[in-house]
């Protein structure tokens, strides 16, 4: 079983960037699809990007397409979450997990098998 870790988080502006990681350690990682969610205070968790094994391809929520890019090195073991001129309304816990979904259904949270315990984003107005 793979062990995630995230870090990075923290509490930022408007507009500024921040650059989460994921650790892996365990099997899995480099065969496996890995995907960022988040989940805000009374909100569902939702689906914020995801990476092939391969590093392509990558796929996004809409409300994060062109100001988030996800990556993978994996001969490091470890995810990335690159957030750019962040918004109050990125707040939220994220969280970074992996498995094998379907072709269709790596936004779905049941298509994921580990998950880690999440790192807080918060983005002040």
């Known amino acids: 079983q793979v062990q995630l870790v995230e870090s990075g988080g923290g509490l930022v502006q408007a507009g500024a960037s921040l650059r989460l990681s994921c650790a892996a350690s365990g099997r899995g990682f480099g065969s496996d699809t890995m995907a960022w969610f988040r989940q805000a205070p009374g909100k569902e968790r939702e689906f914020v990007a995801a990476v092939w094994w391969g590093g392509r391809p990558t796929y996004y929520a809409d409300s994060v397409k062109g100001r988030f890019t996800v990556s993978r090195e994996n001969v490091k073991n470890t995810m990335y979450l690159q957030i750019d001129a962040l918004k109050p309304e990125d707040t939220a816990v994220y969280y970074c997990?992996?498995?094998?979904?379907?072709?269709?259904?790596?936004?779905?949270?049941?298509?994921?098998?580990?998950w880690g315990q999440g790192t807080q984003v918060t983005v002040s107005s």
């Open positions: 997990t992996g498995g094998r979904p379907g072709p269709y259904n790596y936004a779905r949270v049941t298509e994921y098998n580990y």
